[in-house]
C-alpha cells in the first residue's frame, strides 16, 4: 500500500456507531503500518456536544475494543489521535456551515497547509443530499488547488427514484469521479480475488460459461436477528438492505467479462453491463421466483430466540422480510440459460457468505452403479468468515472397484500467517484516499441494480398472493426456497439446523 498524498479527512456523523466501531479502527490499523498520509488531519462533525478530547477519548475505546483485551498500545494510540479534532454542527441547517469553513480553515492553513480534502458521509442517509449540498453551497468541493472526494455510505436510496434523487442531489456539487459510494462487500479480499482467480488463471476462465457451468448459487447468512435495530431495519428488509447491494455486487463480479484493464472504469463497465443483462422480473412472476420469509420464535440449543415481530422497534405484524431467495437470468452469451439462485437471511444456522459455482457433470456417468460424486464439481468461494476458496471434486477411493468419493482441495487466507488481510473498510478508505474508485460502486450501476429489484418491491407491496413465511430462528429459511433450485443438488448447507422447535408456517 503506497501512502497516499496530505489530506484532511472530515468525518460526518463523528459520534455515531460506525465511526467509532469500524472508520477509526481501520485508520488506526493504516496508521500502524504507516500507510496514512504524512500530514494527515481529521475532524468529526456532528451534533453531540463534546470537545476535542472528549471525541479521542471516545475513539479511543472504540478503538481499543477493536484490538480486543490484553492488548496495550496505548502510547501509540494516543500519537494517532493527536490529529483527530471536533466540531458539534447540525448538519441540516445550512446556516451553520460557516462554523465548518472557518474550523477546516484554521485546520488546513500553516506552515505546510493541506491541499486535499476527503469527506466521509456517515449520518442517517437522509442527510446525505443536503450535506452534499450544504457543502457545494460553501465552495468546498471546488478543486482549486488539492482534490476534494466524498465518500457516500449505503444506503444509496431507498428505492429506484429515491437512489436518482439522491444521485441528482450529489452531482448538484460533486461530480461522479469525485464520489466513491462505499460497498463494504467489495473491500473484502476474497471478493476481489473473485477478479484474480477469474482473471489471472488460464485454468478457470474457458470453463467460467454456460457450457459448463450448471447453475451459480451466492448466499450471505448471518446468525444473528436485528441486534437492537429493529426500527430500522423493519422500513428496509432483506432486498434493500443486502440484496440490492452486496448481493449483486458478487453477482456483478462472478458474472462479469473480463475487463480491459484494472482501470477503475474499465472494470466498472462490466459489472455494469451483467446488471443491464438481468432478465427483468415480471410483477406476476415474483412468487415463482422470489421467496421471501421472516423468521419467528424457536430455541436454538435450549435457549430462547424471539420471532422477528417479538424485537423491540418492529411492528407486530410486519411483512417485513428477514429472507429473500431469489432465481434469474443473466440474458448474454456467457450466461445464456443458466440460472442464477441468491439467497440471504438473519437467525439463520450460521453466518457466512460464499459464492458456489456448480458445474455440469460428466455427458456419461461411467462410474453409475458404484457410489459416485453425485453432487457434481463445486468451486466455493468463500467471502466470510473462513475466507477461502475451495474445489469439490471426486476421486476413487482406494480398493476394488470404482467408488468415486467427493474430496476438497481447499486454501484459506489465514494459512497466510504472515500476509496481513486488511478488513474491507481498511481496503477502501486508503483506496478514498489515494483516488483509487474500482472498489467502489457507480451511479449507473446503483441504479441498474434498482431497477432489478424494482418490480419484487412492487408486487410484495401490492400483495394479493404475495406470501410470507415463517421459518423457526436458527433454520436455513423457508421450505418453500428449496423448490426454487430445479437441480437435485438443492443449495448448499454449510451447517445443518440448530433450532429445536418453532413453526414452519404462512404469516
Ligand atoms: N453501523 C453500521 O454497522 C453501518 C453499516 C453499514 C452502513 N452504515 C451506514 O452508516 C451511516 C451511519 O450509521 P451509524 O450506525 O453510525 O448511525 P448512528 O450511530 O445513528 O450515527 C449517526 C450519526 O449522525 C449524526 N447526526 C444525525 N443527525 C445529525 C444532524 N442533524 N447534524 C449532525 N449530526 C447528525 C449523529 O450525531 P449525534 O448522535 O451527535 O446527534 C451520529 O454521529 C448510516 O447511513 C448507515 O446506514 C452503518
Known amino acids: 500500500m503506497k501512502k497516499p498524498e496530505d489530506q484532511l479527512l472530515v468525518i460526518f456523523g463523528a459520534s455515531g456507531d460506525l465511526t467509532s466501531r469500524k472508520l477509526v479502527p481501520a485508520l488506526y490499523s493504516l496508521f500502524k503500518r504507516n500507510v496514512t498520509p504524512e500530514k494527515f488531519v481529521v475532524l468529526g462533525v456532528s451534533r453531540s456536544e463534546l470537545s476535542d478530547d472528549q471525541f479521542r477519548r471516545k475513539l479511543g475505546a472504540g478503538v481499543q475494543d477493536s484490538l480486543g483485551k490484553g492488548i496495550n498500545e496505548e502510547q501509540m494510540i494516543n500519537s494517532f489521535l493527536e490529529r483527530f479534532y471536533y466540531l458539534p454542527l447540525d448538519m441540516a441547517n445550512p446556516q451553520e456551515y460557516y462554523r465548518l469553513v472557518e474550523r477546516i480553515d484554521v485546520l488546513t492553513t500553516g506552515l505546510s497547509p493541506v491541499k486535499n480534502i476527503l469527506f466521509y458521509l456517515s449520518t442517517p442517509p437522509v442527510l446525505f ?8 453551497s460553501c465552495g468546498l468541493q471546488k478543486e482549486t488547488e488539492g482534490f476534494r472526494r466524498i465518500i457516500v455510505e449505503k444506503p444509496f436510496g431507498y428505492d429506484l427514484e429515491s437512489s436518482r434523487q439522491l444521485r441528482k442531489e450529489l452531482h448538484a456539487s460533486f461530480e461522479e469521479k469525485q464520489i466513491y459510494r462505499i460497498d463494504h462487500y467489495l473491500g473484502k479480499e476474497t471478493v476481489q480475488n473473485l477478479l484474480v482467480m477469474r482473471f489471472g488463471n488460464g485454468i478457470f476462465e474457458p470453463l467460467w460459461n454456460r457450457n459448463y457451468i450448471d447453475h451459480v448459487e451466492i448466499t450471505s447468512a ?41 482501470e477503475a472504469d474499465s472494470l466498472r463497465n ?10 427483468p422480473i415480471r410483477e406476476e412472476d415474483v412468487s415463482k421466483q422470489v421467496i421471501r420469509g421472516q423468521y419467528v420464535a424457536s430455541h436454538i440449543r435450549g435457549e430462547l430466540v424471539p420471532g422477528y415481530r417479538e424485537e423491540s422497534g418492529v411492528q407486530p405484524e410486519s411483512r417485513t422480510e428477514t429472507f429473500a431467495a431469489i432465481k434469474f437470468y443473466i440474458d448474454n452469451w456467457r450466461w445464456g440459460g443458466v440460472p442464477f439462485y441468491i439467497r440471504t437471511g438473519k437467525r439463520l444456522p450460521t453466518r457466512v457468505t460464499e459464492v458456489v459455482i456448480h458445474f455440469k457433470p460428466t455427458p456419461h456417468n461411467l462410474f453409475r452403479k458404484e457410489e459416485t460424486c453425485m453432487t457434481g464439481n463445486q468451486l466455493i468461494i468463500r467471502i466470510q468468515p473462513d475466507e477461502g476458496i475451495l474445489l469439490k471434486f471426486g476421486l476413487k477411493e482406494p480398493g476394488s472397484g470404482f467408488q468415486v468419493k467427493t474430496v476438497n482441495m481447499d486454501f484459506h487466507y489465514s494459512d497466510l500467517r504472515d500476509v496481513h488481510v486488511p478488513p474491507a473498510y481498511e481496503r477502501l ?19 441498474e441494480s434498482w431497477k432489478f429489484v424494482a418490480p419484487i418491491l412492487k408486487a410484495w407491496e401490492r400483495e394479493p398472493g404475495q406470501k410470507i413465511y415463517g421459518y423457526p430462528a436458527g433454520t436455513w429459511g423457508p421450505q418453500q426456497a428449496e423448490s426454487l433450485i430445479e437441480n437435485s443438488s438443492g443449495w448448499r448447507y454449510p451447517c445443518k439446523n440448530l433450532a429445536d422447535d418453532g413453526e414452519y408456517c404462512e404469516l
Open 129 to 136: 443530499g443536503p450535506i452534499a449540498r450544504n457543502i457545494g
Open 222 to 262: 448471518e446468525s444473528l436477528g436485528v441486534e437492537g435495530r429493529g426500527g430500522y431495519y423493519d422500513g428496509s428488509g432483506a432486498l434493500r438492505d443486502m440484496v440490492q447491494n452486496h448481493l449483486l455486487q458478487m453477482v456483478g463480479l462472478t458474472a462479469m467479462e473480463p475487463p480491459s484493464s484494472m
Open 270 to 279: 462490466e459489472v455494469f453491463k451483467v446488471f443491464q443483462s438481468l432478465r
Open 429 to 447: 478508505i486508503h483506496d478514498a484516499m489515494t483516488g483509487d474508485s474500482t472498489l467502489y460502486s457507480r451511479a449507473d450501476a446503483v441504479e
